[in-house]
């Protein structure tokens, strides 16, 4: 089973960025600017092309919904062709109390599997000092089905809910060793492998009053070890991490709060395990992370709960955004910060690159040893029916578009993700901007 340095992932987190700034217009802008998603409708699913290395393309598959002024964005990146890569992103565009408009999004960055060894339940890990307690990242490589399940609206006790998801099947993985110098991130790796037999990812969308809720389910399948296995690898025992990045862009003046407490992931402050977090515009809070709840060992159906954290900077290696691999994440840089004021009515001073990210979390399961598990964490935002006053700006042709879903979104993800190996090459673009004011 060769090792790849998969830049399909490149690929789909370029488009992400380009689609997340695009929901930050006046509809009307990016109604002309997308012809293939029907950004006027009340909700949609389908695929669109994305263009790709030598005249390639590839597929992003997603799900749409436009309702009170709020919109919903899903993107799944696969392949009709070839085995699919694994990856998605979700996010939110609307306008907050405080005038603003906003955009959240959410993007898996990593499973990362750890020996918990102070019982704390989450990961611990600080680069600078030289501790961690990661023992692998597992790498989703390449999935042998991708079946997709277009948007339902359905009406629960009078209240519209729109739900819809996606499942990878028997999903090539590589256990990348932490312990290891250079484990993927540029340097040697010592690699092992596994099979894992799923990855569902299912949503419910629905709005009450100024409140939108936004429902997950995580259903990850048995993670078993194939040849070839590095001697003394194994599952048993072991803890699993699902680390993420918010990407959130605002027109005023914004920060995030875990625990009731003020966090930033860039001033390296220790970890910190909360219940609930909140993003604030000009101190009103527009978007909470409500997650104090259980995961279900699915073999057996025993329920733990869940641990979160909110995850400094130095809890990733510090060549983590260094080497070869990063060349794209600059490229990316580039070009989002050059064609933001066209393509969003933002100022190139925002910044859209998740390695500077106020908010870093994990989403941590204790008890695991590879089992199969379900978790259904919640997203909350609160908007406002008043539109806040955005220029509108002329529309630029399909094809600048098509450029921006090619290369606009390395930058969520690019550092873990670039651990995999492709035989195709991301092609670099302008000059970086001056990045501003985003999580």
């Not at 540029?186 to 100024?210: E, L, P, T």
């Not at 919640?378 to 399909?398: C, D, E, M, Q, W």
């Amino acid at each position: 089973m060769p090792l790849r340095r998969s830049r399909i992932f490149v690929v789909v987190l370029l488009a992400l960025v380009a689609f997340s700034t695009v929901f930050l217009q006046a509809p009307g802008l990016a109604k002309a600017q997308s012809s293939s998603i029907p950004l006027s409708q009340e909700y949609a699913s389908g695929d669109i092309q994305v263009p790709y290395y030598a005249g390639g393309t590839l597929l992003l598959w997603y799900s749409w919904i436009n309702i009170n002024g709020t919109h919903v964005i899903f993107l799944a990146l696969h392949s009709n062709q070839a085995d699919s890569p694994v990856f998605s992103f979700v996010g939110q565009a609307y306008n907050t109390s405080s005038g603003s408009r906003a955009f959240v999004g959410n993007a898996l960055l990593a499973m990362e599997v750890y020996n918990d060894t102070n019982n704390n339940g989450y990961l611990d890990a600080n680069y600078t000092s030289g501790t961690t307690e990661l023992r692998y990242t597992l790498i989703m490589n390449a999935s042998q089905t991708f079946t997709p399940y277009p948007v339902n609206k359905t009406l629960i006790n009078g209240t519209p809910h729109y739900g819809w998801g996606i499942t990878y099947g028997s999903i090539q993985a590589i256990l990348i060793n932490a312990t290891q110098p250079g484990y993927g991130y540029g340097g040697g790796m010592s690699a092992s492998y596994a099979m894992i037999d799923h990855v569902s990812m299912f949503y419910d969308y629905s709005v009450s009053g100024n409140t939108t809720f936004l429902k997950t389910s995580y259903q990850i399948g048995n993670v078993t070890l194939i040849p070839p296995t590095n001697p003394g690898v194994t599952l048993q025992g072991l803890s699993l991490s699902l680390l993420h990045a918010t990407l959130t862009v605002a027109s005023k003046q914004l920060k995030v709060e875990a625990g009731n407490a003020p966090y930033n992931s860039q001033t390296n402050q220790p970890a910190s395990s909360f219940n609930t977090a909140q993003v604030k515009v000009d101190d009103i809070v527009t978007y909470e992370f409500r997650f104090k709840d259980n995961y279900t060992l699915t073999n057996t159906l025993a329920t733990y709960p869940a641990v979160y954290v909110a995850s400094p900077i130095d809890s990733l290696p510090p060549n983590a955004f260094q080497g070869q691999y990063f060349t794209p994440l600059i490229s990316a840089e580039q070009y989002v910060g050059g064609q933001l004021p066209d393509i969003a009515g933002l100022p190139s001073s925002s910044n859209l690159d998740y390695s500077t990210t106020q908010f870093l979390y994990r989403i941590s399961y204790p008890v695991w040893s590879g089992q199969a598990l379900q978790h259904d964490p919640t997203y909350v935002a609160h908007f406002s029916a008043t539109a806040p006053n955005i220029p509108k700006i002329p529309g630029l042709p399909t094809g600048v578009l098509l450029v921006a879903v090619a290369t606009g979104s390395l930058a969520l993800v690019v550092a873990i993700m670039g651990l995999t190996r492709s035989r195709k090459r991301v092609q670099p673009t302008s000059e970086p901007q001056d990045l501003g004011q985003t999580m």
